[in-house]
């Protein structure tokens, strides 16, 4: 069936430094791909999105790369801070344009 | 917008009792989603509407979990009789169009049955 999933469960970062996030989807068929953010206690946030017809899109401080070609996304974030500490999630739209599905999250851990 | 409002936080319930999760969805979006997330399984989608209709509800656990949405701005999750299992932090999100924009959360409902 269709997933979408994370090669790294948790992930330590000294602040300042730059953290990379991955994930791999399954679904070739994919045409839209989205990154939420979830901190403690908090339902997951939008960050940055990404459609299949680019390989690249730039946010404040955030970066989305897809590379369709091997069905993976990733996520970096440029001098990682203490407030970026959170559970980050990649989803995908998968064969249905109504919803999207979502990875099992990655727990980033800013280190000051 | 005030954004997607669930009620209540926090809910502490005894097995076997009735539990009812409120939800409030962006005005003007036409679809909502139940979530649950736990530790062991991530985000589960349980149901989502468009436009008040059920379109799919094959997430939910089993018959004692009810979802209605009477109108555009309100939905309910029903558990009933409630276990320890379900034990869980359940989401409401909405959106305009999902596969253009994504969702928006709301903060949870965090559920402890007893």
């Known amino acids: 069936g269709e997933s979408v999933g994370l090669h790294l469960p948790t992930l330590s970062v000294q602040e300042g430094d730059n953290s990379i996030i991955n994930c791999a989807y399954s679904?070739?068929?994919?045409?839209?791909f989205i990154w939420y953010k979830q901190e403690s206690g908090k339902g997951p946030q939008f960050i940055i999105d990404?459609?299949?017809?680019?390989d690249k899109r730039q946010g404040q401080r955030v970066t989305v790369l897809l590379n369709k070609t091997v069905k993976h996304l990733s996520l970096q974030i440029a001098a990682t801070q203490p407030g970026d500490s959170a559970v980050y999630f990649c989803a995908e739209t998968g064969t249905s344009y109504d919803k999207v599905i979502f990875g099992p999250g990655t727990s980033l851990s800013v280190i000051p | 917008d005030a954004g997607v409002i669930q009620s209540p936080r926090h809910e502490v319930t005894e097995m076997g009792q009735e539990v009812t999760l409120r939800c409030k969805p962006i005005?003007?979006?036409?679809?909502l989603f139940w979530y649950r997330q736990t530790m062991m399984r991530g985000l589960e989608l349980l149901i989502y509407?468009?436009?008040?209709?059920?379109?799919?509800d094959s997430g939910m656990p089993e018959d004692r979990f009810s979802a209605k949405m009477p109108n555009a701005s309100f939905s309910t999750l029903k558990i009933q009789p409630s276990e320890p299992r379900d034990s869980a932090v359940y989401f409401c999100?909405?959106?305009?169009?999902?596969?253009?924009?994504?969702?928006?959360f709301g903060s949870g409902t965090r559920l402890t049955v007893v």
């Open positions: 005005s003007g979006h036409d679809y």
């Open positions: 990404i459609r299949s017809n680019m």
């Open positions: 679904n070739s068929a994919s045409d839209y």
């Open positions: 509407f468009n436009n008040n209709v059920p379109i799919d």
């Open positions: 999100a909405s959106s305009f169009m999902p596969g253009d924009y994504g969702y928006t």
